[in-house]
């Protein structure tokens, strides 16, 4: 149970009895106007949530919960720049990084304004050959050096826009595992490649260690310790660190404490979205965002997408026993989109402590997984539509896909729909009857059985542009700060990361010298002595 009002979970818990004991097959025949009354548009998206377990009442119900917890006023407050981040006394601030209550922000909005205009500077610079490699040759490659919030949104994005209009190549280089830098690295020219280390703290050790490691190649290459400044970019707050580290103060672009590592796409760490796919590609992205802020903070309740899909994840997660979440975009574009939502909605709202420093008892942020159609059909939709595990679903499609092979692009949508339609009419006793006594194999039936009614919506546009990308991300964002004053959580900390970060530098020491692996748990020091021997020199 959440932590609203004991009313409004009785209610809930008896909506949810009363529609488990239906199909969503029966809501489709008793209201024939489903799909329009559960349809919204917003900035560019379509959202059809008819395949929701839900009617008019629960959606009613739901909406009362929203009105209760003041989700407007509490959006409007984020906006404005409410120190809602309680544990780290912050503002959460990534609306105004695309113009969102600029005017009564006007002091931070004067700071963004000066950012985006370096950035462009810059990007044009890069773009038009005024600024060059170190031989003099035009940059042809540019890679990204982060991990996070400073890593999953560009790369999300690049790939989502990425065509042949492409302006440079955008690699992503992100975990400590050598083998990450090396292969990304082994195919590019040091006289030809931008890096940027992108890192708001500039302490992390991955993001360090690869920035070390890419200025190694980079010198190894030909480029000179005086030419670096020429081929290393910093994104940070930290510019003492990036100073230390060797990046002039005049290739670093700011972020700022009132930007969430995970909700930092909109800033300087997009910078490589602007230099793989434009600065008008960057403004429009921008702008998507920017109309989903203003459809957010000024469309009433009933009508608000994000605020909706906060509310279908309530239902489902807590009344109807979804376990996971599931995000299947049909899009080869959007095949990062569910690991950059792992991080906004995992490490924003996976907290079992409320705003108050209470323990929570029931389960807060959903697990998300996801992967693009078709492919996860063939894997783990057997699961999904056999298996005896509740989850709930987004399903994700661009109407148009470019110049692309028309018929491929339709069986692609017939997947889709088809999907769709199969998680919610599953296969009738009648119907896994008929069909195995049509095999003569009448024991097969409980086999052929599916049991149908897996709550999910359907969410389109016309085609993955900067602007319907930008407003789809946004739309996730705001639907994860809305669940979070459901769940009564701080969605702008992230304290369960710091465990390991701390444990992992004790434990670096100890596989440095063997000091100390003792005081280590047995199982913990027996990995640790097997790691040591096997890397004895
Ligand atoms: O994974 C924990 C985290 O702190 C994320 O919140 C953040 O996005 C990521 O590390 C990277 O942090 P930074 O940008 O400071 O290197």
């Not at 040091?190 to 050790?205: D, G, H, N, R």
């Not at 110049?403 to 692609?412: E, G, N, T, W, Y």
Request: net charge negative; aromatic share 8%; charged share 20%.
């Amino acid at each position: 149970m959440t932590e609203i009002g004991s009313e409004a979970a009785v209610a809930l818990t008896a909506a949810a009895s009363r529609l488990q004991a239906m199909t969503v097959s029966d809501l489709f025949e008793q209201d024939a106007t489903r799909v329009a009354a559960f349809s919204r548009k917003a900035a560019g998206l379509h959202l059809d949530f008819s395949k929701q377990r839900l009617d008019q009442d629960a959606l009613n119900t739901l909406l009362g919960v929203a009105k209760q917890f003041d989700l407007s006023g509490a959006f409007k407050q984020l906006t404005e720049g409410a120190p809602l981040n309680i544990t780290e006394r912050r503002a959460a601030l990534h609306t105004l990084l695309r113009g969102t209550a600029a005017e009564t922000l006007a002091t931070q909005y004067s700071d963004v304004r000066d950012c985006l205009a370096r950035m462009r500077l810059l990007v044009d610079a890069v773009h038009s050959g005024g600024r060059r490699g170190h031989s003099g040759s035009l940059f042809s490659d540019v890679v990204n050096i982060g991990i996070g919030g400073s890593d999953l949104g560009p790369r999300m994005v690049c790939r989502a826009l990425d065509n042949e209009h492409r302006r440079l190549r955008a690699h992503f280089i992100s975990n400590v595992d050598p083998h990450d830098l090396d292969t990304v690295l082994a195919d590019l020219n040091p006289a030809t490649t931008l890096i940027i280390v992108c890192s708001k703290t500039f302490t992390t050790e991955e993001t360090l260690t690869n920035a070390l490691r890419a200025r190694q190649w980079l010198t190894a290459g030909g480029v000179s310790h005086a030419a670096l400044a020429q081929h290393v970019l910093a994104v940070t707050t930290n510019l003492d660190a990036a100073a230390e580290f060797g990046i002039d103060i005049d290739q670093c672009y700011p972020m700022w404490d009132w930007v969430g590592g995970r909700y930092s796409l909109w800033s300087a760490i997009g910078l490589i979205i602007a230099l793989h796919s434009g600065w008008g590609a960057f403004e429009a992205l921008l702008a998507g965002a920017n109309a989903m802020d203003e459809h957010a903070l000024s469309t009433p309740y009933a009508d608000n997408m994000p605020m909706l899909l906060a509310l279908f994840e309530l239902w489902n997660t807590h009344y109807l026993g979804a376990e996971t979440h599931v995000v299947l975009p049909y899009s080869q574009r959007l095949e990062k989109l569910a690991e950059f939502l792992q991080q906004l909605t995992m490490e924003s709202n996976g907290k079992r402590v409320n705003l108050e420093g209470q323990t929570i008892s029931a389960p807060t942020a959903p697990v998300l997984w996801g992967s693009a159609g078709t492919i996860g059909q063939h894997s783990y939709y057997q699961l999904l539509h056999q298996g005896n595990r509740e989850f709930s679903a987004d399903l994700i499609m661009p109407l148009t896909n470019g110049d692309v092979d028309l018929d491929a692009h339709r069986k692609l949508a017939a997947n889709a729909f088809a999907q769709s339609r199969a998680f919610m009419i599953g296969r009738s006793t009648e119907d896994a009857q008929a069909l195995a006594a049509s095999r003569q194999q009448p024991e097969l039936a409980p086999h052929f059985e599916m049991p149908g009614s897996h709550p999910h919506s359907l969410l389109w546009c016309d085609a993955i542009t900067p602007a319907t990308l930008g407003a789809l991300i946004a739309a996730y964002e705001h639907k994860t700060f809305f669940l979070s004053r459901l769940l009564n959580v701080n969605a702008f900390d992230q304290w369960g990361v710091e465990l390991g970060k701390v444990i992992g530098r004790q434990i670096r020491g100890i596989l440095e010298t063997g000091d100390g692996i003792d005081a280590l748990d047995p199982s913990t020091a027996a990995a640790a002595r097997a790691w040591i021997t096997a890397n004895r020199a």
